[in-house]
């Protein structure tokens, strides 16, 4: 039996990242799948999910080296429309925007420094990220 | 019931963006899977499948951004084999090469402005998109 | 029947990139699956799975790309931590750090051109590959 859980974010500050491993663990222990793959992926396309470290500094680093390589105030023509936000839907391409990861013995199968992180680009405003978890019970 | 579609495209231009959407969805109608996943990878390593906003200044963006990281033509190892695409091998990295996403209630379970993207960056000759759907019916 | 497979890696070089498409089709071949989808993900996080061209000059240019865009050895936050590997984690993310692939037959649905590598960014110790494997015998 598939499950499919829809997590929700309003972030306080235009750019966040949070860590989300233990609501994604959460949902798969709900599902009762003891070996399958879990897909985590953004339904909105000025946000990301991302493994990588759990180390604030490594954090800065991202978002520095994303705003160098693409500032976020520049000159886009999605910014024509009247959005301002083109530099985000980008940002969200270049690190990488979703996730599929394993699951076995009924939990995220990580190495040791893997954690799942939503990477909030456009914030200030509700978001979704839809888990869906498919294997054998 | 697993189901396989080969989706082939030719484009006119060697660079374009196609919208895929809707032949995603009717590859997941075909396949009569309610609940599952759907895994969208391109078969040449020249183009890539994303997921993002259907709006046609962001595209440029898209494109402006990757020829100024990775200009088209420069100086690339790949290229003295004889080839002219190095840069469009290294695009398709950058952007995000495929896609899996959700298959919830018969069809792809989308954000409102989620959609499904085939990137060329080395058209004007025939390529293909495999699209494997699993889960049940 | 899922079946799981942890490939090690233990590269001489710090920086490297590793074929690993047999030992992928090994373990499907393994598993007994004869349609489905393997994800190949790495369990460290300065590490990349992708799917590109077996050609060598290609895997440098994408090398000396990743090095012009976040050089090595600059001024990160994550280094001032006692870490030298910063830029390990950022490119993994740029170049996209997993893949999820087709099954059919029995064995990987691959373009002509399409193979599977490991990319080291921070080697010269013990790192593990996660494959899993699901979908029918």
């Known amino acids: 039996m598939n499950h499919t859980v829809y997590l929700s974010f309003n972030t306080k500050k235009k750019i966040d990242i949070i860590n989300i491993t233990n ?32 180390e604030s500094g490594l954090h800065q680093d991202y978002l520095r080296v994303l705003e160098k390589l693409v500032p976020y105030y520049a000159d886009y023509r999605h910014n024509d429309t009247g959005e301002d936000n083109a530099a985000a839907h980008i940002w969200r391409q270049l690190i990488g925007h979703q ?27 509700q978001k979704r990220v839809l888990v869906k978890i498919i294997g054998d019970q």
Chains 1, 2, 3 share one sequence.
Do not use: C
């Open 23 to 54: 609501q994604v663990n959460r949902a798969i222990s709900d599902s009762k799948v003891k070996d399958g793959l879990v897909l985590v992926n953004p339904m909105h396309i000025t946000a990301a999910v991302i493994i990588n470290d759990n």
């Open 99 to 125: 996730v599929v990861m394993p699951i076995t013995n009924g939990k995220l199968d990580l190495g040791t420094w893997e954690q799942i992180f939503y990477f909030e680009f456009d914030g200030q405003r």
